[in-house]
């Protein structure tokens, strides 16, 4: 099984409507982030969380709100879905070594296509 | 500036060959570098992580720091088809708190 699923894997949904994307985890890890990836943009931080009281914007929050249910879940939501939403988010996780300034590696999710027509 | 800077390509490489993947970044404090590869519609995957200056070697795949310089490679290897693929480079920030920022990527074809 794998160690970060996401769901679901493809959405397509129209203007205005509320999506949530979901993610679990099972490595063990604090962390968690959502990105999303738009063609020649690379991967962009939406939210994060280093556990669950402690959730974090990102540099493009707007649009987006998150919930950290538990250690192994973080959810994505998009209140008002907008066309310009259309892109294919992933969910990390990351546990918390690295030292004070060093950084865990991040693991990825499978990755979630949502269309906004 | 942006924080990460990779040229995006595409760099084309005969089979065999080197391939040369370079990243900038901007934070001189930056402790934690990352190559990531992804396939077109696929996650992304750690090829290689390095954390202190000098190189580091992992079968094929040799990353190379220089943080005086803020500059981290990653070279292939006797590179084959299945490497084609674009490349992330990440690198940590502790602007704010602890975060990888990504480069927008460089995508790498590997010619038979």
């Known amino acids: 099984d794998a160690d970060v699923t996401q769901t679901p894997r493809n959405r397509i949904t129209k203007t205005g409507k509320r999506i949530m994307l979901e993610c679990s985890q099972t490595?063990?890890?604090?962390?968690m982030y959502w990105y999303r990836q738009d063609p020649g943009l690379g991967l962009r931080l939406i939210y994060y969380?280093?556990?669950?009281?402690?959730?974090n914007k990102g540099e493009i929050s707007d649009g987006y709100s998150v919930s950290r249910q538990a250690q192994a879940k973080f959810s994505l939501s998009l209140e008002s879905a907008i066309p310009n939403q259309t892109a294919l988010y992933f969910c990390a996780t990351s546990g918390s070594a690295g030292g004070i300034l060093g950084t865990d590696t991040q693991y990825f999710g499978p990755g979630t296509r949502l269309t906004v027509l | 500036q942006k924080e990460v800077e990779q040229n995006s390509g595409p760099l084309s490489v005969p089979e065999g060959a080197i391939a040369s993947l370079n990243c900038t970044y901007s934070?001189?404090?930056?402790?934690?570098f990352f190559w990531y590869r992804q396939y077109s519609g696929k996650s992304p995957e750690l090829i290689m992580s390095?954390?202190?200056?000098g190189d580091k070697e992992d079968g094929r795949f040799t990353a190379q720091l220089n943080k005086a310089s803020q500059y981290v490679s990653l070279l292939i290897r006797d590179s084959q088809p299945s490497d084609s693929a674009t490349y992330l480079c990440a690198v940590n920030t502790i602007q704010g708190a602890q975060k990888l920022v990504f480069g927008q990527g460089t995508r790498l074809t590997i010619n038979p």
């Open positions: 969380s280093f556990d669950v009281k402690d959730i």
């Open positions: 490595k063990g890890h604090d962390r």
């Open positions: 934070d001189r404090v930056s402790q934690s």
């Open positions: 390095i954390y202190s200056n």
